[in-house]
């Protein structure tokens, strides 16, 4: 067999193997077969990457740029992605198994966060404080926090990257990228290009390799400032407990159980349009994933016959087809994981109108492939109704009016997104306040924006990324006080 192709970090500037010489294979999720291999980085790898990003962000080029250069750098780095959308998407593809169609509208997407955070940097602004002490005069400078650690998941490497880098970057930190082991290769490929880009070495870095080995040296190493996550919100808590302990700053972006409520006065073509995209769009595999769907009483069998009808159209197969529409789980213990789920399903009672098992269709070749599946009769007091399974499974609610939709909406741990199908604007907007959630979509569902806030309630997270709030969770205030005074007074007493 042909050996893999070997990939190196980033550390420093410069492409280097781990301290222990050791690789670990990365597999493609349609063949279910390797096709790469990636530095298995330890804690010496981490100390090393946090002293090369903490040397960086204090001495040598980067703290003596200009903000205006800082945002220039990162507009071309958003041009270079531009420049090299398809192909990164394609690799994103060999790695986490979402479709070209999506992988390749993200990153044509992607430039323009680093051209809006780009945009921001020389915005950043102090104020001059008209302070009741005499003589004196006041004012405040926005810092850098110091090396950032970004910790990526793998169902959008290079876009939950973008949330973050392009923030930490225009605020003048420097960063130290660990994405996900089981999708690490389109993060070395982008540093490439922050390479070709021009930035000071040690600005921006990529480690690689498991949470424990590496992800968690560098969360508690004395140099990193502040830990930027998205994942599980088993390993988010453990990152958020571990961080706290050494009082350095946090986000976390984790998981969710989102609510999609379509009520009788919807536009049903487009609600069932919208219940698909929330649940089968990037096979479940998404954090906003909607996949409690709420319907209302009144309409449950009629709309239910439609997206049932609808659904089981959905092509399968290779994602690196353009017309596919459903592909594979990306990773070995998430494809148990959503097979397990679809068994508590059955066990608690829930009915299955669709799916309900592992897709052995022959488009699916070998590869880890979950037929879309659907549940109706849920109670929201079910685990299928409580937990996040990350996949193709749908479960389906009725409800009875608008307070009982809220009142099942909102009774679950998590509070990333909601949808709303329904067209009343009085009952929008209403919808639009009560629902607990840190977006809500209202007849429409998985719209995004580098200018919009996105984060969780409860335990859905931590913070918020995109928008021009993001970039505060990347600095410090610092106070500083000029006396114009020709005498220090009583030096005992406060001034
Ligand atoms: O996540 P983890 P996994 C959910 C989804 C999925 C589950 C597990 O429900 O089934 O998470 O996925 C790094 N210190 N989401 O196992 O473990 C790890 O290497 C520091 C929701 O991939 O949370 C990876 O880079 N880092 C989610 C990252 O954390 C550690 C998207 C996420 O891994 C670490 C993906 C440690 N101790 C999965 N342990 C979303 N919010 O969209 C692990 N890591």
Redesign the pocket.
């Known amino acids: 067999m042909a050996e893999l192709p070997k990939y190196k970090m980033y550390i420093d500037g410069k492409w280097v193997e781990a301290a222990s010489g050791e690789y670990f294979e990365s597999f493609n999720p349609f063949t279910g077969k390797p096709w790469a291999l990636i530095p298995r980085g330890g804690a010496d790898d981490a100390a090393r990457v946090a002293e090369a990003a903490y040397r960086a962000g204090t001495k040598g080029d980067w703290p003596k740029l200009k903000a205006s250069q800082r945002g220039a750098l990162l507009r071309k780095l958003g041009d270079l992605i531009a420049r090299d959308a398809e192909k990164l998407a394609q690799t994103e593809v060999r790695d986490n198994g979402k479709l070209i169609a999506e992988m390749g509208a993200q990153l044509r997407y992607i430039p323009q966060w680093y051209y809006y955070f780009g945009g921001l940097a020389d915005k950043i602004e102090g104020s001059v404080i008209p302070t009741d002490k005499p003589e004196m005069f006041n004012f405040t400078r926005h810092e850098p926090l110091g090396p950032c650690l970004l ?5 959008s490497p290079l876009l939950l990257l973008a949330y973050k880098l392009g923030p930490c970057l225009a605020a003048g930190n420097t960063a130290i990228v ?5 999708t690490s290769a389109s993060t070395l490929e982008f540093a490439k290009l922050v390479e070709e880009a021009g930035f000071p070495p040690g600005v921006f870095n990529v480690v690689t390799g ?3 080995e590496i ?2 040296p ?2 508690i190493h004395p140099r990193v400032a502040k830990v930027a ?8 808590a ?2 958020y407990e ?1 961080a706290a302990a050494r009082l350095k700053r946090v986000t976390l ?4 159980k989102s609510p999609n409520i379509v009520f009788a006065d919807a536009d049903l073509d487009n609600a069932m349009k919208g219940a698909i995209s929330g649940i089968f769009a990037a096979t479940g ?3 906003v994933a909607g996949s409690r769907l709420l319907v209302q009483e009144s309409i449950h069998n009629e709309f239910m016959d439609k997206l049932v009808a609808f659904a089981k159209t959905a092509r399968m197969g290779d994602p690196s087809k353009l017309d596919t529409q459903v592909g594979p789980v990306t ?1 070995p ?2 494809y148990k ?1 959503v097979l397990e789920y679809i068994d508590v399903a059955k066990g608690e009672g829930a009915t299955c109108v669709m799916g309900g098992g592992p897709a052995k269709r022959p488009e699916c070749g070998e590869g880890w492939f979950v037929e879309p599946t659907i549940f109706t009769g849920v109670k929201n007091s079910m685990r299928i109704a409580q937990e ?3 996949g193709p499974v749908l479960s389906v609610i009725p409800f009875k009016d608008d307070e009982d939709a809220i009142e099942i909406a909102n009774d679950v741990l998590y509070g990333l997104a909601a949808g709303v199908w329904t067209q009343n604007i009085r009952r929008a907007m209403t919808m639009a306040e009560r629902l607990q959630a840190g977006t809500v979509w209202i007849n429409t569902y998985r719209a995004i924006s580098y200018m919009t806030p996105f984060g969780g309630f409860k335990h859905s997270g931590i913070g918020r990324e995109n928008g021009q709030e993001a970039i505060r969770s990347y600095m410090q205030t610092k106070a500083v006080w000029i006396s114009t005074a020709t005498e220090v007074p009583n030096p005992f007493v406060m001034r």
Do not use: H, M, Y
Not at 229 to 236: A, I, L, P, V, W
Not at 253 to 256: F, K
């Open positions: 910790i990526t998941a793998w169902n660990k994405p996900s082991e089981f498991f949470g424990n992800g968690d560098l969360v996550f998205t994942g599980s919100e088993r390993t988010g453990k990152v571990r972006e984790l998981g969710g595999q998404t954090c990773t213990p998430q994981k996040e399974v990350f």
